[in-house]
Structures are given as structure tokens and as C-alpha cells.
T-cell receptor, first 114, second 109 residues
Framework: GAVVSQHPSWVICKSGTSVKIECRSL??????MFWYRQFPKQSLMLMAT?????????EQGVEKDKFLINHASLTLSTLTVTSAHPEDSSFYIC??????????FGPGTRLTVT | GQNIDQPTEMTATEGAIVQINCTYQ??????LFWYQQHAGEAPTFLSY??LDGLEEKGRFSSFLSRSKGYSYLLLKELQMKDSASYLC??????????WGAGTKLIIKP
């Protein structure tokens, strides 16, 4: 089956610093990648949708200048949390879609901002 | 607006059967997914229904009624490892997933 990886699995950073999370589709070309955030005991919240080679489409309420998304190739998308604050601490999950509707999820990245 | 409704929490006994219901309202409809998510992990795919009827896959089955905007996930022969959250997600006319809040399933011995 399709495999999506994320790196790092978990990260602790200090308030004010930036953190980059990578999402890779390992055995297929992902025309579209999605970035989600999930707070404890809550459902997935879509942050943005990115298509290879074009700018990401952000959901309402998500600051595009704070959450920078780059989808430079068909197998790699990155999410950079800039000037991170404790309230940005969350579980960040990416998913990738090839042609059909199913999204293949990465294992997630747990971000803790101290 | 678009909306996915599913119960917040359910409890069942090991070895029994449980049905998790999901009702949906989406702008257009291109199918419905069920995902399983264990605490601290990303969701894993269980099923995708786009036509009416029941699809069986081992101990798990998923049902869809498009006329009623209704789906259910049926889990048989429950095992302790089935304790997880089960997420229902509808696919709208733009092929975007509309997520439910998830149903936390607690399995008791």
C-alpha cells in the first residue's frame, strides 16, 4: 500500500523559534498533500491543501504567514511553524493523495513548544 | 453547511458486535470514508463507500445509504485492540474530506 512518512516524529522547541516538518510519499507521486492539526480528544482540523508546484490553499482562520507550506515536488511537502508559541503545541498530520479520493496519512508529528 | 454527526463515545464488550452510526450533510457527495485512530497515532484507512449497500472486510463492515445520508461501521468479534476512535469523513463535490469529530470506542473485558 501507499506509504507516507513524516519527520520528525516529535519535536520540542522554545517559544519564538521555527520548526520544519517534512512529509514524504515514499512509493507514489502525490499530486495533492494535506496538512492537519489535531488537539487532544478532538477531530482532525484541515489547515491547508497544497498541490505540487503551486501555492497552498489555507483554511479560514489559519495564518499563512505563520504556517508556511511548500510542496516543491510530487513526493515532498514541508510545513514550517514560524515563531512558534505554546498554543501551537499540537499533533500535526500530513496526508497525500495520488489520483483517487483516498488520503494516505503520515504517522504524525507531535510538536511541543515550551 | 456541511456536517458530519457521529456519537462521541460508545462502550462494548470483548467478543460482541458494535455499530457506529454516522449521518452526513455535504455539498455534493463523492463517497464516505471510515478511519480508525489509536491515541497518539495518525488515522488508518478502514473503508470507502460510494454506492449504497454493505461492504464487508473481515471483522469490519461498512454500510451506506445515500438517500438517507447515513452510514454505519459494524465491528464484529470485538477485541481489546479495537479500542480506538473511529472517524467518519464524507467527500464533498470538491473531493474534500469533511471530518466528523470521531467516536471513541471503549472495549471492556
Amino acid at each position: 500500500g501507499a506509504v507516507v512518512s513524516q519527520h520528525p516524529s516529535w519535536v520540542i522547541c522554545k517559544s519564538g523559534t521555527s520548526v520544519k516538518i517534512e512529509c514524504r510519499s515514499l512509493d507514489f507521486q502525490a499530486t495533492t498533500m494535506f496538512w492537519y492539526r489535531q488537539f487532544p480528544k478532538q477531530s482532525l482540523m484541515l489547515m491547508a491543501t497544497s498541490n505540487e508546484g503551486s501555492k497552498a490553499t489555507y483554511e479560514q482562520g489559519v495564518e499563512k504567514d505563520k504556517f508556511l507550506i511548500n510542496h516543491a515536488s510530487l513526493t515532498l511537502s514541508t510545513l514550517t511553524v514560524t515563531s512558534a508559541h505554546p498554543e501551537d503545541s499540537s499533533f500535526y498530520i500530513c496526508s497525500a493523495r495520488e489520483r483517487d479520493y483516498e488520503q494516505y496519512f503520515g504517522p504524525g508529528t507531535r510538536l511541543t513548544v515550551t | 453547511g456541511q456536517n458530519i454527526d457521529q456519537p462521541t463515545e460508545m462502550t462494548a464488550t470483548e467478543g460482541a458486535i458494535v455499530q457506529i452510526n454516522c449521518t452526513y450533510q455535504t455539498s455534493g457527495f463523492n463517497g464516505l470514508f471510515w478511519y480508525q485512530q489509536h491515541a497518539g497515532e495518525a488515522p488508518t484507512f478502514l473503508s470507502y463507500n460510494v454506492l449504497d449497500g454493505l461492504e464487508e472486510k473481515g471483522r469490519f463492515s461498512s454500510f451506506l445509504s445515500r438517500s438517507k445520508g447515513y452510514s454505519y461501521l459494524l465491528l464484529k468479534e470485538l477485541q481489546m485492540k479495537d479500542s480506538a476512535s473511529y472517524l467518519c469523513a464524507g467527500v464533498d463535490s470538491n473531493y474534500q474530506l469533511i471530518w466528523g469529530a470521531g467516536t471513541k470506542l471503549i472495549i471492556k473485558p
